[in-house]
């Protein structure tokens, strides 16, 4: 048997003297909570509580209403926690979402036939906050993959 350390979330980015821990979260229709591990809430809090930016990305395919089309949402940890607290279920949709996330992003088409995220708003406001340069464009490992 070989030990595995669990990872602490999908994204370490360092940038200008800032961090972040993203974790990414992909399913149809709904976020089941239960797929957010404590563990990722414990290191992203670790994250938080020195002073980086922890937060979720999270993509949502609506089958019956987009026809298969994707929604990515940028939602801090503590905003994350105030929803699932607050709307009282285990899982959030797209309206809750929609209320509770800070920001959407726009799914862009690579030349390469491959998909990646971009969330400008999100970015610039942490630009202005920091004082830095960053590229808004995260590609996560469902989509490099074309999943």
């Not at 370490?12 to 821990?21: C, D, E, P, Q």
């Not at 971009?118 to 999943?147: Q, V």
Request: proline content about 3%; charged content about 35%; overall charge positive.
């Amino acid at each position: 048997m070989q030990y595995t350390p669990q990872k602490p979330f999908d994204f370490v980015l360092f940038n200008g003297g800032s961090f972040f821990g993203i974790e990414a979260k992909h399913q149809k229709n709904h976020l089941d909570f239960r797929r957010i591990k404590e563990h990722q809430l414990e290191h992203l809090k670790q994250v938080h509580d020195n002073g980086g930016d922890a937060f979720f990305i999270i993509r949502i395919e609506d089958t019956k209403k987009t026809q298969g089309k994707f929604r990515g949402f940028v939602i801090s940890m503590d905003r994350l926690l105030t929803m699932k607290e607050e709307i009282g279920k285990k899982s959030c949709n797209e309206k809750d979402l929609e209320k509770y996330a800070e920001f959407e992003g726009t799914r862009i088409k690579l030349p390469n036939g491959k998909y990646t995220w971009d969330f400008p708003e999100y970015f610039i406001e942490i630009r202005e906050r920091d004082k830095f340069e960053f590229s808004s464009k995260l590609t996560h490992r469902a989509d490099r993959e074309g999943m």
